[in-house]
């Protein structure tokens, strides 16, 4: 932060996909800002909606990042890490089982696993960690989350009484559901699905027919998934393969509410519930928010809208920073911002304007700088 003074500034921005980190976007719009307006402080407050950099924004914002080793998707062991807090933990399926973790980019539609994911949690749990927030989205596998159950002791039999290997495909065999030997940390604590994706676990918008392709699956693949994920369903709880949300992360979601008891918040509304959002806007004249792309599904709960939300709550206006604005001008007035600015617009060139964004960004800083701070 820069120097205190009577004027302030929040930025909150998310990741620019593909091209920078929310902290190296906010680091950039500081620098930009504080090169024209050098008296303004500027409070840099990454956030996520609980996908890829959900960790990082904890972390960026003084929460303790916890490495430890744990299996990927297709079982090779990664590092990772989680973000806490007191008897909170954050973790990120992505960082530890998402697609990023497949060895050499290769998918592994039928085999993936969430497991990695339980042994994550586990080792939180066992740690001291009451509190298990998970951002789901990113992921490699279509198991249900049966994986992350088996991590965390369930044992899931075939009918003959054998453990059944790892991915999603196995569970067509799935006949047995032992939950005795579940980790006891879950029946003392709370877990919160961070995600905004509302998809059933089965059918037309459910786990396989919307995700599946995302990871490699192929159309003779997608029967045996969803047959797979029926008979899961059939034996983890039925009830809840229909719930919104059921479907993210491969099914992660259902495993979790079915078996864990976990309940499904909107992503940005827990993380910026998590980091004191209200908190750290007192006294600020201004937000700064942005993604890598605004566009439609920007609309839908995604991290630029809550915090404008939350911005406008408190009675500060909000502008929209973005790699590129698909969005019209009475769609960005009509989600509460003030203005939206795009690198493509100092950069059209898609390819430039991702490697160039950090300049860029610095050049947006200065130019909100100079048309909303300049007073």
Known sequence: MTRETGRRVVLAPDKFKGSLTAPQVAAALAKGIAAVAPAVAVRQVPVADGGDGTVDAFVASGWTRVELSAPGPTGVPGSTSYAVRAATAVLELAAVVGLAKLPAGRPDPLGASTFGLGVAIAHALDHGATDIVLGLGGSASTDGGAGMLQALGARILDAEGHELPQGGAALTRAAQLDLSGLHPGIAAGTVTLACDVDNPLLGRTGAVAVYAPQKGAATADFGLLEAALTNWARLAGPTFADQPGAG????????????????????????????????????????????????????????????????????????????????????????????????????????????????LLQQVGAQVAEQHLSR
């Open 248 to 359: 993210a992360a491969g099914g992660t979601g259902f495993g979790a509410l079915a078996v864990l008891g976990a309940r499904l918040r909107s992503g940005i509304e827990v993380i910026l519930e998590l980091l004191d959002f209200p908190v750290l806007l007192d006294g600020a004249e201004l937000v700064i928010t942005g993604e890598g792309s605004l566009d439609a599904q920007s609309l839908h709960g995604k991290a630029p809208i809550g915090v404008c939300e939350a911005a406008r709550k408190a009675g500060i206006p909000a502008i929209a920073v973005a790699g590129r604005n698909l969005l019209a001008a009475q769609e960005i007035h009509a989600a509460g911002f003030d203005a939206c600015y795009a690198l493509t617009d100092l950069e059209p060139d898609p390819a430039r304007s991702i490697a160039q964004a950090s300049h």
